[in-house]
């Protein structure tokens, strides 16, 4: 069984201050662990993913995270946010195997607000 | 982007009337996926396909029917609509090899009056 917890549901920042989304699983297996980003009326967009391997993990415009498996979390950073990282993003793991059928279970979303 | 189309994008609709939805890919992709998105609830899986005809419930299933007939098209049912179907649908698909990742399409808004 796996499960996500996203820790805010509504982050606000200033333009070209840190951004820090929190996000916690728990997986009875060695997770995949993925950063999906969702802009008004769209669909979800990957940003980034951790499979194996490195623990940092670097995605699309500037994010990144780092997988640390001793806290179980995969919180998603960037340095300087952007007015147009307004978004919401879902975290989500699954388990590493064909078995799990390759079903995502997602968070509940943080939605981040960047103010000029 | 990945291939995946949705059909229709908006759809108003009444209580207790069938409702279909269509999802359409050009990935040959192996997996499809369907998903309801609802404010405080994040994306929750409602049935997916792990080939042609072959379907299998997700964690809100109950009143929901799907058929996959072709790799291509995944099709969600509503048999009797209710106001708490009320939802954005989304539409996933994925290879089914290696470390996989679900590719989005563009959304359903439905709305159950």
């Known amino acids: 069984a796996q499960s996500v917890t996203q820790l805010g549901s509504h982050v606000s920042v200033s333009e070209g201050a840190l951004v820090l989304l929190r996000c916690n699983y728990s997986s009875s297996v060695p997770p995949y662990l993925f950063w999906y980003v969702q802009y008004p009326n769209q669909g979800l967009q990957l940003l980034l993913k951790y499979t194996t391997g490195a623990t940092l993990v670097k995605g699309i415009n500037g994010f990144e995270a780092e997988f640390k498996k001793s806290e179980t979390s995969f919180h998603l950073t960037k340095p300087s946010a952007h007015m147009s990282d307004a978004a919401e993003y879902f975290c989500a793991v699954r388990g590493n195997s064909g078995g799990s059928n390759y079903k995502l279970t997602f968070g509940k979303g943080t939605l981040l607000t960047v103010n000029p | 982007d990945a291939g995946i189309t949705q059909s229709p994008r908006h759809k108003v609709t009444e209580t207790g009337t069938p409702v279909t939805l269509r999802c359409h890919q050009t990935?040959?992709?192996?997996?499809m996926y369907w998903y309801r998105q609802d404010p405080g609830h994040g994306l929750r899986l409602i049935h997916y396909s792990y080939g042609v005809k072959d379907t299998d419930k997700g964690e809100v299933s109950d009143g929901y029917s799907v058929s996959r007939s072709k790799t291509e098209d995944f099709l969600l049912t509503l048999e009797s609509a209710t106001s708490s179907q009320t939802s954005v649908y989304f539409c996933a698909i994925a290879p089914g090899v290696g470390t996989d990742t679900q590719y989005f399409g563009p959304g359903t808004r439905l709305t159950v009056l």
């Open positions: 990935e040959n992709h192996r997996y």
